[in-house]
């Protein structure tokens, strides 16, 4: 199994990352499809997956307040740590934060879940979806406004916040799907079959354009601070929701593998973006390239153990 699931992600790296280096494909177009992902294919899989099922088949509140809970948990430590410790500046404790406690869920976590689950993994990454756009992306972007602005204005930001969420496709996906589910309103087969065929290109264009993504990054800000993301971010991240899910929870074995494993995901590729848009640059590129390479081989392990 390990082989069936590992093999052809590699491929697909490796076949983003070698498109990009000759040049068949320019980092312009890899932009493109990783618009097209995230805002298109990825939301037509989760909405597909979701709503056609009941809520109870896709609801599990002790799922969400565990993965919720430890996301909060980390994402505090960091930025108490980085303050402390570090002497990071507000809006650069809330930017590295946000790398030591999210995964790259969408594209990486649909990609490899999906090869493992199929479309029943829409179902966990749909809840961490929920955790990462409604809460943690929020707080970080306040926090670093907040930071940013010597006389911030809290309304304006909440409300230029909150209207980026409302935009967001990934958290409309879920949204619609969820209520489809609520309310069991069942979407015509036709169109149910456009989202289908839309969704079945999310998982190997999002390989390929991480893969692609990769041309150019190199490690060359590698500090304490660094380690420290990586570890929270790939080893304790895992971990913990790991013990909570099966210590705090009587949910099936293979909920607990798929919230371990999305919780073993490296760090998500907007990350780096934010880390360009509020001046820490290769700071942050460089724990996002080692978190990357590392967390392929704690996947792979997991994957070994328990598929």
């Not at 926090?143 to 409309?172: C, H, M, W, Y």
């Not at 993504?213 to 590698?222: A, F, K, P, R």
């Amino acid at each position: 199994m390990i082989f069936s699931v590992i093999f052809p992600v590699f491929f697909l790296l490796f076949l983003g990352f070698i498109s990009v280096r000759i040049q068949l494909i320019s980092k312009e177009q890899i932009h493109a499809l990783s618009a097209f992902v995230i805002k298109i294919a990825l939301p037509a899989l989760l909405f597909h997956a979701l709503a056609s099922k009941d809520l109870h088949e896709i609801w599990y509140p002790s799922y969400f307040f565990i993965y919720a809970g430890v996301t909060a948990f980390l994402f505090i430590m960091a930025f108490v740590i980085g303050r402390k410790v570090f002497a990071n500046s507000f809006t650069h404790a809330s930017i590295y934060s946000h790398g030591a406690s999210m995964s790259n869920t969408g594209l990486l976590g649909a990609a490899i879940l999906t090869l493992l689950m199929g479309n029943e993994a829409m179902i966990y990454l749909s809840l961490v979806v929920i955790i990462e756009s409604v809460f943690l992306i929020p707080t970080v972007l306040v926090l670093a406004e907040l930071g940013r602005q010597n006389q911030a204005d809290l309304t304006a930001i909440l409300k230029s916040t909150f209207v980026t969420l409302f935009k967001n496709p990934l958290f409309l996906s879920v949204v619609l799907g969820m209520s489809c589910a609520i309310f069991q309103v069942q979407i015509p087969q036709t169109l149910d079959q456009v989202f289908a065929m839309l969704g079945q290109t999310a998982s190997p264009l999002a390989l390929f354009i991480i893969g692609g993504g990769m041309v150019g990054l190199t490690i060359q800000s590698v500090n304490l601070q660094t380690v420290y993301l990586v570890v929270s971010k790939n080893i304790a991240m895992p971990i913990l929701v790991y013990l909570g899910l099966s210590y705090f929870t009587d949910l099936e074995k293979k909920m607990i593998y798929a919230g371990t494993l999305i919780a073993a995901l490296p760090m998500p590729s907007i990350f780096g973006i934010f880390g360009q848009i509020y001046g820490l640059n290769e700071k942050a590129l460089t724990p996002l390239m080692i978190s990357t390479i590392f967390s392929f081989v704690v996947i792979s392990v997991l994957i070994g153990l328990w598929w």
